[in-house]
């Protein structure tokens, strides 16, 4: 039998922006995911690196690019069904696993020097599979290792997790391919792994209520079926589209401004990087310290305006400084925007059904941005990059505010 999914709390209580981790469950979970995800980002780096030696291409690194990401938009939908007919955490130990053993498929290949373009490419892909498998476990799962009215702190936390990890892991990476080289960095994410893996092992959580007479065509059928009866997550998830598809691929065209119109260089690119990634900390860190956000509709449309204004003027600044602030504020207020999108999904959705949403809202969120980028890349052909990419940030802005106006479903989600 389950140990209780609070039991072991301290006594005393946590101030309000960490009150989430004074349960020993999320904690565990919290922990070593951020050790992992820095290792990810560790890898990130090096796989990069890796694609330049091996071609000295730009065109590669977007194939490669494509490949880890392209699989959210065709498997997140599965994970999230096998996530409501299996045991969370035992999906999660999989597909962590599967990822610890292809970076050190990587790191040996890289180290032996015998790793080719193609095989970079394809273990990319494989990443992004297990990565989009994990991805609606891992969001379904959080709701079990916390109480309720810690959730959206729980949320906020793991963004700025994931954020922190994403200024020190690229750091970290840059370090470390000086002193032990790409296939050391390999093995270090296959390393970090072990944390996540451990956190996983030691969790307790009560029993689940899993879903398996249906086919997964029937189950699959059934999450949109429930979505589409839900309003309120119907709407979100459409607004997370927009977003995903005009907003976030502006991330894939950054080292471009960096380079082509601020004429900034390498370390410019990483100062551009990280301004958006403490933006993206200090945003998450102000709605777990909020704890309850409300007027959650109102917030996430303000919050998401603000987020395409800041690109439209990012696509435009020929002033670092200027586009060091602005970078900030997208960051900033593209976490805040986010976490109420998760918080919303992950309160109105049922326990039973959470797997299969939290698929839904993982493709709308992860699977569209290759797509907004090779619209964005179209677009740049027949105008400046930065009025493409200031184009389609305005229609989602219009989209946003048209979508608030008209649905009283999201003016009324508190």
Request: glycine share 10%.
């Amino acid at each position: 039998m389950a140990a209780p999914a609070y039991a072991g709390e301290p006594a005393g209580r946590l101030p309000q922006v960490i009150r989430a981790l004074e349960n020993p469950n999320f904690r565990l979970f919290w922990s070593g995911n951020f050790l992992s995800n820095i290792g990810t980002w560790m890898q990130n780096v090096a796989q990069g690196w890796l694609v330049l030696v091996l071609t000295n291409s730009a065109f590669w690194l977007g194939v490669v690019g494509f490949a880890g990401s392209i699989p959210f938009l065709f498997v997140s939908l599965f994970g999230g069904v096998v996530a409501d007919r299996v045991d969370k955490r035992r999906l999660l130990l999989v597909t962590q696993s599967a990822m610890m053993l292809l970076a050190f498929l990587l790191a040996g290949l890289a180290f032996f020097k015998v790793i080719t373009i193609w095989e970079v490419a394809v273990i990319a892909f494989m990443n992004g599979v297990a990565m989009s498998m994990n991805a609606p476990s891992y969001q379904a799962l959080v709701p079990k290792l916390v109480k309720r009215e810690d959730l959206t702190n729980a949320i906020a936390l793991n963004s700025a997790q994931f954020n922190m990890s994403r200024i020190l892991g690229p750091s970290l990476g840059g370090y470390a391919m000086a002193l032990v080289g790409v296939a050391g960095n390999f093995f270090l994410n296959g390393v970090s792994f072990l944390a996540v893996l451990w956190a996983l092992v030691r969790i307790r959580y009560p029993e689940e209520q899993l879903s398996r007479h249906e086919s997964m065509w029937a189950s699959l059928r059934g999450g949109f079926a429930y979505l589409h009866g839900e309003r309120q997550m119907r709407v979100l998830v459409y607004m997370t589209a927009v977003v995903s598809f005009l907003g976030i691929p502006y991330l894939t065209f950054i080292p471009y401004f960096a380079k082509v119109q601020l004429n900034a260089g390498e370390s410019g690119l990483g100062w551009l990087m990280a301004c958006s990634g403490l933006g993206a900390v200090l945003g998450a860190i102000t709605v777990a310290a909020r704890g309850v956000i409300r007027h959650r509709g109102a917030v996430l449309t303000f919050f998401g305006v603000g987020f395409f204004a800041a690109i439209i003027g990012f696509s435009y600044s020929y002033r670092f400084p200027l586009s060091e602030c602005l970078a900030f504020c997208e960051g900033y207020c593209g976490i805040t925007m986010i976490s109420c999108f998760n918080v919303s999904i992950q309160h109105l959705s049922s326990d039973e059904m959470r797997g299969r949403v939290m698929s839904i809202y993982t493709t709308s969120f992860l699977g569209l941005p290759p797509l907004g980028a090779l619209l964005a890349g179209e677009l740049s052909r027949h105008m400046p990059t930065g009025h493409a990419l200031a184009l389609m940030a305005a229609i989602a802005a219009a989209a946003f505010l048209v979508i608030f106006a008209s649905s009283k479903s999201l003016r009324e989600l508190d």
